[in-house]
């Protein structure tokens, strides 16, 4: 099928549909192959259409050129099944974006106490400083290769060559002071994890080992508190940089040491835990 086919002579899509689609600015065959069914099913229920499951498989059967009705009953079911999931209610910042949308349903605000990982999450999100955490999100691979998975061992062994190469590469943020504090960081972090037997150690004290569950509603959510303020000034006390207590807070979003889903959030009660503050 010629990818630049317009709307109107697909099949399946009648003039209520191409109008909704048209609105979101999806107008060829070449569009609707890009997003697929079930993000534009999405995207249109995003904008208030009332897109149903019947679209989902007209839109499947005008990408493939075939009537809806024919397809196999296994695609249609796997379709419905990924329908609902991508309209389920979920906290607005997490959006469209599949990629937002899965750290949203997976990781945000699940209770991490492995160490690679909180450092990795801790150099992240000193990262993320001044830019939107989807651009962190989006480099957070090559960033894995760029700094030896994380490893603090290793990155606390980085010199001024090593800091050189890393300011060149254009996977990650080319900020001198970022980079930098990476490595200062990593030193730090390994002094905290011999005095306290882990850095898990460490950090859930200030939140007395059990995740804070919240129960915020949309554009309630706090950018820092007194819990952040307080492992701020702990943090750099002890000498890391760029943990100001609004960075901190996300850190703590982001490895569960609070659930922060709204309430609406169908995350919210899945992460519920038994303490509230």
Known sequence: MRSDKTLAQLRNLGTTSVRWL???????HADIAHLGSVTIYQLLRAHGYPATLNLVYALEGARRDIEWRRLPATLKRRLKAAAEHAVKPRCTWAGVDPLYM???????????????????????????AGLSWITILRKREAYRAAFDGFDPVRIARYDRR??????????????RLKIESAVTNARVFLAVQNEFGGFDHYLWRFVDGRPITNRWRDGEVPARTEVSDALSKDLAKRGFRFVGSTICYAFMQA????NDHTTRCFRHRELKAPRHR
């Open 22 to 28: 048209q609105a979101i600015g999806v107008r060829t």
């Open 102 to 128: 899965r750290y949203h349903d997976e990781e945000w605000g699940v209770p991490v106490h492995d160490d690679r990982r909180l450092f990795e999450f801790l150099i992240l999100e000193g990262a993320q």
């Open 162 to 175: 090593r800091v050189a190469q890393l300011l060149g590469n254009a996977g990650i943020v080319r900020n």
């Open 255 to 258: 490895i569960g040491m609070v």
